[in-house]
């Protein structure tokens, strides 16, 4: 568990290869070819299930993937710039689940669904560049560092770069 927890920490911390490589660590030393990991070094007489180190080493991988700090959320803040990565509708805090793909240094696509409406502040995935955000009931502009706009329950919100 304590190399889950490593993971975590790396991904809170920004620290994208530190994330990944305690990942890697984990999966070559603690993940048994079943798919559930092992208290004992993988190969070791008498593994032993431990469920707690397989959901910390999920719980890494949102960290990695999304983050909310401060009340802004953080899309890909512990990927390595040059890798892919993608997530569909993982939950964060204020009721709203968030869709984003990434192809290397650019975000691609960025979805945020409302459950219940609010406001929602994202970092914005394009630094500096002016971004539309197109809903059910119509689109506005925004450039700044941190993105903020109030949300109506169940509407989907989509972002996208100019």
């Known amino acids: 568990w304590s190399m889950a927890w490593q993971a975590i920490i790396a991904a809170r911390l920004g620290l994208a290869d530190q994330f990944e490589e305690r990942i890697k660590e984990f999966k070559e030393l603690f993940l048994l070819p079943t798919g559930v990991s092992s ?81 929602i502040k994202l970092a914005n995935p394009w630094k500096e560049k002016e971004i539309t955000i197109f809903s059910k009931s119509g689109q506005s502009k925004i450039k700044a560092d941190v993105i903020e706009f109030d949300t109506a329950s169940n509407e989907k919100y989509t972002l996208k770069r100019i």
Do not use: W
């Open 39 to 119: 208290h004992n070094r993988r190969g070791e007489n008498n593994e032993i299930f431990q469920i707690e180190a397989l959901l910390g080493a999920a719980a890494a991988l949102n960290e990695a993937l999304i983050q909310t700090s401060g009340g802004i959320v953080y899309l890909f803040p512990a990927v390595p710039k040059e890798r892919s990565a993608s997530f569909k509708s993982l939950r964060i805090i204020g009721g709203f689940c968030v869709s984003a793909k990434k192809e290397k240094n650019t975000v691609k696509d960025v979805e945020v669904f409302s459950h219940y409406g609010g406001r």
